[in-house]
């Protein structure tokens, strides 16, 4: 079930739209969306009950491991769909036909969106249409658990057509190895990111060019990776996981990395960068010229060598030699 009108100011008129900050031009005038923060979490009201009594059983299992579907839109979607995860425990169990608040920010203030309930996999999905969609701009939103105030943070952006992209691999593409995070997760060893990653990425954020970060990692890692991304200084942009914990490297990786980039279509995707053969096919079938397919040496290089050999792909050593031209593109 959905409750789907935005709630507003006190008269219920919806509440406008403005970044967090008062309105001040985008960094450079390329930028078209704003982007809009929120201090803290939403008051979401004190706990509920539950619909079931066995979903306190759930909850008792240990740690949430909620995760909401960080929203792609684009300006002209008569529909956004929000939708996500609601899990406890280690073994990632299901939270079945529970009711989840969303809120969304606008204007530096947290409005709730309405309810949804979740599926017999745990899943939640609200349909925004007419003029309770979200618009342009990149924004906040919460998901709040009704039985236990249980939550997690993700990301709306809708944007124009006219708006740019990038897309990017994370895992071995950011990350100082492609099994970084696996060891992470594995010891609780910090994942190291390679050197000036995020400062090409922010001059790429200072032409207005967006990122989309696109890994094969499973969605139960998205607070993980999203946490990951803001520590190591990298600018804010929606993450897109596959549902399934484990993406086979290979034609699996192709598939969703091809579905994930079907979501930018809308866009001007302004590059594609990764570090193994998966990315380059995947970034080819989504249209790039081999200029614009940008490929960290050299962890697979010998992977890599028939494409580099045809030229299907640009190669780089460093960070530091990709941050001139994401600042000029």
Not at 269 to 287: F, K, P, W
């Amino acid at each position: 079930m959905c409750a789907c009108a935005r709630q507003g100011g006190p008269d219920g008129a919806p509440t406008p739209d403005a970044p967090s900050t008062p309105d001040a031009p985008a960094p450079d005038a390329g930028t078209i969306t704003v982007d809009v923060q929120c201090a803290g979490l939403p008051d979401a009201g004190p706990s509920g009950d539950w619909r079931h009594t066995g979903s306190s059983v759930v909850a008792a299992l240990g740690d949430p491991h909620h995760r909401g579907t960080d929203l792609i839109a684009v300006s002209a979607d008569t529909t956004q769909v929000l939708d996500g995860k609601i899990t406890y425990g280690p073994t990632d169990k299901d939270l079945e036909d529970e009711d989840v608040d969303l809120f969304a920010c606008f204007a530096g203030a947290w409005t709730k969106l309405g309810t949804a309930r979740t599926d017999s996999d745990g899943r939640f999905a609200m349909m925004l249409t007419g003029d309770a969609r979200l618009p342009v701009g990149m924004r906040d939103l919460y998901l709040s658990v009704v039985g236990d105030r249980s939550g997690a943070e993700f990301l709306a952006f809708v944007a124009p057509p006219e708006q740019r992209v990038l897309a990017s691999d994370i895992d071995g593409t950011l990350t100082a190895s492609e099994n970084a995070y696996p060891v992470t997760v594995a010891t609780g060893a910090p994942t190291e990111v390679h050197p000036h990653a995020a400062a090409a990425f922010q001059a790429g954020a200072g032409r207005g060019i967006v990122p989309v970060y696109i890994s094969a990692r499973g969605d139960r890692f998205t607070q993980d990776t999203r946490d990951w991304l803001a520590q190591n200084g990298f600018p804010r942009g929606p993450i897109h996981l596959p549902r399934s914990i484990v993406t086979v490297p290979g034609d699996d990786t192709i598939e969703f990395k091809v579905s994930a980039l079907q979501l930018l279509e809308p866009f001007e995707l302004v590059a594609g960068i990764g570090n193994r053969a998966t990315d380059v096919e995947a970034y080819t079938q989504a249209g790039l010229v081999p200029a614009r397919i940008l490929i960290k040496l050299d962890e697979f290089l010998d992977e890599l060598g028939d494409d580099l050999a045809a030229n299907r792909a640009t190669g780089f050593a460093s960070y530091e030699e990709i941050a001139p031209l994401l600042a000029t593109w």
